[in-house]
């Protein structure tokens, strides 16, 4: 797959782009990324890519050509049709779901808005969709675009150490979309706080009953509503099921 991203800002991806597990995918080609800077593509001495706002306010503009103009050269390099995805706040919400679609697909063009944001006339054109980070404000789309291709490399084959991995992690809808259970290492007791101790058992199957317990109990805890959407898509047992109505009593037994 590739994805060509569309910044002012290129330099930001190369700690990205060659250090961390990650790097794996990048510098195999598994995920390619191209960076492109639309002031390439700008006209006049200084390669203006930004003006005031019409109608007033505070901040620039991102000019609709350069944009246009690198997306265009993009197109005839890639010779396909590919999603051009904008990070903007008014778009969904970025989730393990969405990170599982993009990991399979051909890629994407992204673009990186900078200062007030992008002429509409660009978006209304060009962009087929939009994605968030979450309800804040970023300086500049960079930041979003490096989290979708993190979580899109560690997806790929042989990225990981361990293949199974990311099978285990939060949010995997594949799975049941609950959070992680905790994790512990070396040393067994650290600052007077010890490793439970079914953990040094050596017993697998009280281990991956105890594992799902805390899953459960995490979830319901601090997202109740992914527990209600695992219950939705028949995802829970009657064991699970006959735990998290125990766990409840025990939330809301005043004694």
Sequence with gaps: ???????????LFAPLLTTGITRRAFESGKVDVQLRNPRDFAQGNYRRVDDRPFGGGPGMVMMPEPLAQCLSSIRAERQDTVPVVLF??????????????WA??????????????????FIDTYV?????????????????????????????????N??????????????DGLLDC??????????????????LSGHHVNIDHWRREQRLSLTLRLRPELVDQARRHG?????????????????TDPL
């Design 1 to 11: 797959m590739r994805f060509d991203v569309v910044t002012l800002f290129p330099e």
């Design 235 to 251: 995802l829970l047992s009657k064991e699970d099921e006959l735990f998290l109505t125990r766990y409840t009593s025990r939330l």
């Design 182 to 199: 905790p994790h512990y290492t070396r040393p067994e007791n650290w600052q007077g706080q010890t490793v439970p101790e079914v953990l």
């Design 128 to 160: 087929t969709e939009q994605i968030s980070l979450g309800d804040f404000v970023l300086s500049g789309g960079e930041i979003a675009a490096m989290a979708l291709l993190d979580a899109v490399a560690r997806l790929q084959p042989g990225v990981l």
């Design 162 to 175: 361990d293949s199974g991995s990311h099978e285990q992690d939060s949010f995997n809808s594949a799975l």
């Design 104 to 121: 399979e697909s051909q890629g994407a063009v992204l673009i990186c808005g900078r200062y007030e944001g992008i002429d509409q006339r």
């Design 88 to 101: 903007s706040p008014t778009g969904r919400t970025l989730n393990h779901t969405m990170v599982t679609r």
